[in-house]
């Protein structure tokens, strides 16, 4: 939801420092629409009818400004994980194509996608296995498919 469109459902404008924090708290209200929520932080907000806006309570700043730290610490969290997937993903190839082992292989399927461990062996310049083979093979088919029907 954007600023205008929050400010149009509540029919109150709001400074742009604290709608960074209403943005937080929507985010968090979980399956609350649009309407429902606007609703309530009208309600909840102080309001300045000599400039028509409102203003934030004390306790809804500060529960936007935890919301919005915990987001970036799970978004910091997520990339760290990614990564370290990453990394484990490209361990257990490399394992995998040294002692022709599946098990290794499927285990960086499992952490990373059938996709990621094609191109990270066509990276690796390791030799491509039945598996991704016929990966590549479905995947080029689709697109020869998506441009019979396309064209």
Same mark, same amino acid.
């Given at each position: 939801?954007?600023q205008?469109?929050?400010?149009?459902?509540?029919?109150?404008?709001?400074?742009?420092?604290?709608?960074?924090?209403?943005?937080?708290? *929507?985010?968090?209200?979980?399956?609350?629409?649009?309407?429902?929520f606007?609703?309530?932080?009208?309600? +909840?907000?102080?309001?300045? /009818?000599?400039?028509?806006?409102?203003?934030?309570?004390?306790?809804? %700043? !500060?529960?936007g400004?935890?919301v919005?730290?915990?987001?970036?610490?799970?978004?910091?969290? %997520?990339?760290?994980?990614?990564?370290?997937?990453? !990394?484990?993903?490209?361990?257990?190839? /490399?394992?995998?194509?040294?002692?022709?082992?599946?098990?290794?292989?499927?285990?960086?399927? %499992?952490?990373? /996608?059938?996709?990621?461990?094609?191109? +990270? %062996?066509?990276?690796?310049?390791?030799?491509?296995?039945? !598996?991704?083979?016929? *990966?590549?093979?479905?995947?080029? !088919?689709?697109?020869?498919? /998506?441009?019979?029907?396309?064209?």
């Amino acid at each position: 939801m954007t600023q205008k469109e929050f400010e149009e459902r509540t029919r109150r404008l709001i400074a742009v420092e604290e709608y960074y924090l209403v943005e937080n708290l *929507y985010m968090a209200a979980g399956n609350m629409t649009k309407d429902e929520f606007c609703e309530e932080i009208r309600r +909840m907000c102080a309001y300045d /009818g000599a400039n028509d806006h409102i203003e934030l309570r004390k306790c809804l %700043k !500060e529960i936007g400004r935890y919301v919005g730290a915990k987001d970036a610490e799970l978004g910091y969290l %997520k990339k760290t994980i990614t990564n370290r997937n990453m !990394e484990l993903a490209e361990f257990l190839i /490399g394992k995998a194509c040294a002692y022709e082992d599946t098990d290794f292989y499927r285990e960086a399927v %499992k952490l990373i /996608g059938q996709r990621e461990v094609t191109l +990270m %062996k066509l990276r690796m310049d390791l030799p491509l296995w039945e !598996e991704d083979k016929k *990966y590549l093979k479905e995947i080029l !088919e689709d697109d020869i498919q /998506g441009r019979k029907i396309a064209g």
